[in-house]
């Protein structure tokens, strides 16, 4: 599904198996690049005119360009804002808690991704700096990188189930 072209040609996009035996920073950043790699894989091939499709029509902001968008900055939020109490400069509100769903659906997907694949390597360098018990610096309670990075392994997992379903609607593509 990959080409030349593809954001998957970087090594750090590569889905790779984590170690089945391994310290725990290892297994838990290997797990989560490997969810952050398959958001790609899932996306790859799409046809851009499908990627801001809703195809379901009770959740009318569930596209994939939009899913791609929420996890960018889903992982700003959580590694940026609350990890190191930087300003939070997502496009959502509280007047418009899902801008993000939204103006992704309207964005080209190829650039969605690169701005994804940007996102997650800042998250990781932040992550490479902090020690796994290290407790976020905004929030309350304040949760600890582990903690971190064990909820985007979940939210990634989560919303790559919501990809594999987008794109099958989208065009029939499956598994990966």
């Not at 040609?9 to 969810?35: H, K, N």
């Not at 590694?79 to 769903?101: G, R, T």
């Not at 990075?149 to 065009?171: C, K, Y």
Request: net charge neutral; hydrophobic share 40%; charged share 25%.
């Amino acid at each position: 599904m990959s080409d030349k072209n593809s954001p998957l040609t970087s090594p750090v996009l590569q889905r790779v198996e984590p170690p089945t035996a391994a310290d725990e920073r290892t297994m838990l950043t290997s797990y989560l690049d490997r969810q952050r790699a398959t958001v790609h894989l899932k996306c790859a091939g799409l046809a851009s005119d499908l990627s801001g499709a809703a195809p379901l029509p009770a959740s009318p902001l569930m596209t994939v360009g939009g899913l791609v968008s929420h996890l960018r900055w889903v992982e700003a939020f959580w590694f940026e804002v609350v990890m190191l109490n930087q300003p939070d400069l997502a496009p959502y509100s509280q007047k418009d808690p899902d801008a993000e769903f939204r103006i992704g659906a309207a964005l080209p997907l190829t650039r969605l991704l690169k701005e994804y694949a940007a996102q997650c390597a800042r998250s990781r360098e932040i992550t490479a700096r902090l020690e796994l018990g290290a407790s976020a610096r905004r929030s309350r309670p304040q949760p600890t990188l582990r903690w971190v990075l064990l909820h985007m392994i979940e939210e990634t997992a989560r919303h790559n189930g919501h990809l594999d379903l987008l794109r099958e609607l989208a065009d029939g593509a499956t598994g990966q």
